[in-house]
């Protein structure tokens, strides 16, 4: 063979850029592997730029155009010799999908296996209905994963023993009554009873016929960028009016005093439940919707502006309880936003105590009255003498005194409307 004729030959010419990029991927390599024998470098700032993902995709696809240029160049020195097709691409695609199939299938075992379980890290269910939800989840996750692997094991399985031969011809089948209905009946059927199971976990949830001798606590949370307001109704149990229209720099939620039933409220920082006692939370918001999520109750709600939404539950697990179970002292549950509200979304969380029912009445005296003596100007209501000094001088949390003296009077102002 001339040197010419070596030169023209397009296979050549693809060998030749095919080896040149392999050539020059090992002499990177070993560049790097001498470099690092000589000086460590750290590659720790590099690899999390986006900027070094985003150049190896590129070289990626580069490669992968190389690769294919250079097979279209052997394609086409065959068609132009004569020669018949160098490449089965029937045969090459069935290989593609015949891999995809065990590759996609080890990369739905490695997620369960590794993402599945952050599940478990949910630990069980700390309220009565919880139990409810987890049992709904794993059945739709069984059922939905066996659907998922027969399907594709189906799928790409036919497209690998099917695929075009110059042996068989394709046989013409263009339609069955029978399968359509199989297909038609049978996921109609399987979706029927998941969706009624939902429907009739939904409504156990939050349908209840309340029982009279254990009404449920009320709290109210109002949720706002990037805070949640936390109410508690005083020794009347219910929490009173507001309305957005009263809002003011010392009347944040816009709480009704006219309403006698909002005298006694109390401002809490945290939210602290009575383990095993029912609570109703009533939720709202005041700027955009956010979400009210107690991930450890199975507890999940929007809190919409102009519109108040309720969720009643039971949790069953003190928080020290919690901690022994998990062996974890600093484990707390908490209350999270799930609706990206903003730019300090991810920081909107309070924390939640479950306590035995001595110490929650213990805290609830403990904490600070709504109506300050400032709001009590703007009511026109009568400022009690004995607890003003005290109430207006002390920091809030500390003198739970002056505090719980403020609340009695409430209560007489409350007994005398
Ligand atoms: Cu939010």
Known sequence: MSLRKLIVNKTMAALAVLFTVFYSGTAFAQDAAATATTKPVDMGKVHQSAL??????????LFI??????????????????KPEGINWNTVNAIIFAL???????????????????????????????HRIDEMFKLTLIITTIVFVLTH??????????RASDKRK???????????KIWTIVPAL????????????????????????????????????????IRYPGPDAVVGKKNYKLITAINGLGVDFNDKNSLDDLIADEIVLPVNKPVRFILTSKDVIHSFYMPHFRVQLNTVPGMTSYFEFTPTITTDEMRTKLNDPKFNYLLL??????????????????VSEQEYKEWLTKQTP???NDLRKVFKLPIPVEAAPAAAEAPADSTATAATAAVNTNNQLALKK
């Open 153 to 162: 094991i189906i799928l790409f399985a036919f497209a690998y023993v099917y």
């Open 100 to 130: 995809f199939l065990v590759v996609g299938l080890y990369g739905v075992y490695w997620e369960y296996s590794v993402h599945g379980t952050m599940i478990s890290h949910m630990h069980e269910s700390a309220s009565e209905h919880g």
């Open 65 to 82: 155009a190389i690769v294919g240029k250079a097979l279209r160049v052997y394609e086409l020195t065959r068609e132009t010799q004569g």
């Open 370 to 372: 709504y109506l300050t």
């Open 190 to 229: 399987v979706l029927t009873l998941l969706v009624l199971k939902g429907f009739l976990t939904w409504r156990s949830i939050f349908y209840k016929v309340e029982d009279p001798k254990n009404r449920p606590i009320s709290i109210e949370v109002t949720s706002s960028q990037f805070v949640w307001d």
């Open 52 to 61: 070094f993902y985003v150049l190896l995709f590129l070289l990626l696809c």
């Open 170 to 180: 394709a046989y013409y089948y263009p339609h069955n009554n029978t399968i359509e």
């Open 337 to 354: 936003c799930a609706k990206i509200c903003g730019a300090n979304h991810y920081n909107m969380q309070k924390n939640v105590r479950v």
